[in-house]
């Protein structure tokens, strides 16, 4: 079944302990993204990748690092968590090189950070 | 900078009532356009999308959406909604200026009364 994970799901965590959350994409997609979503702002992309070893910021990547060694994988780390990053974030995954050719995305389940 | 607005926040319909979603962006060049549904609890899901052809758009579970070039809009329509419609819609748009980015709105919530 084609998918893309996130783990973990539901997290609590405390300011300026870092974390890591795993995306992972089972359709060898190129193109691969971050995104947070926060109520009346929806979505604002924080990195995207459009291949291996291939990342860029998006319009929201303060305090958001992120990594591509591995086509299926793409790691959102936070080195230093702020309650500013209390959200629902969303990995995505797409082929090509993103959205404009009109390919899908396709969504992970999403993770709900709470930085206390 | 491109952006996406969608006017209404929560809307509150009863089941068999007609749906209009207002979308608009801003950016003058070739774009393509999506709708994306989040039902409860949910991942977001593609509803329905526009790169090229015909304006009226067809997508699942009885929506349609209409490209209007001249008013940059790209209002979702569904003629007769359902308790399980019950959701929340985000309007998204990629140019060819920023193929590798999409631009998301901030989502109409939307209830149906049963």
């Known amino acids: 079944e084609a998918q893309v994970t996130q783990n973990p799901r539901y997290l609590i965590t405390v300011t300026g302990k870092k974390l890591t959350v795993t995306c992972s994409q089972n359709?060898?997609?190129?193109?691969m993204s971050w995104y947070r979503q926060d109520p009346g702002l929806g979505l604002r992309q924080i990195y995207y990748?459009?291949?291996?070893?291939?990342?860029d910021k998006g319009d929201v990547p303060e305090g958001y690092k992120v990594s591509r060694k591995e086509k299926r994988n793409f790691p959102l780390i936070l080195e230093s968590p702020s309650p500013n990053q209390t959200s629902l974030y969303f990995c995505?995954?797409?082929?090509?090189?993103?959205?404009?050719?009109?390919?899908?995305?396709?969504f992970g389940e999403g993770s709900w950070l709470t930085v206390v | 900078a491109q952006s996406v607005s969608q006017h209404n926040h929560h809307v509150i319909l009863s089941e068999a009532a007609s749906l209009e979603l207002g979308c608009n962006y801003s950016?003058?060049?070739?774009?393509?356009l999506f709708w994306y549904v989040q039902y409860p609890g949910q991942h977001l899901q593609l509803l329905l999308k526009?790169?090229?052809?015909?304006?009226l758009v067809k997508g699942i579970k009885g929506f349609e959406a209409e490209f209007i070039k001249s008013k940059f809009s790209f209002n979702l329509r569904k003629p007769s909604v359902q308790w399980s419609d019950t959701a929340e819609y985000f309007c998204?748009?990629?140019?060819?200026?920023?193929?590798?980015?999409?631009?998301f709105g901030s989502g109409t919530r939307l209830s149906i009364r049963p």
């Open positions: 995505a995954s797409s082929p090509g090189t993103g959205a404009f050719s009109g390919n899908t995305i396709y």
């Open positions: 526009y790169f090229s052809g015909d304006p």
């Open positions: 950016y003058g060049g070739t774009v393509n």
């Open positions: 998204a748009v990629s140019s060819y200026s920023s193929a590798s980015k999409i631009i």
């Open positions: 990748s459009m291949n291996v070893e291939v990342t």
């Open positions: 359709m060898n997609h190129e193109y």
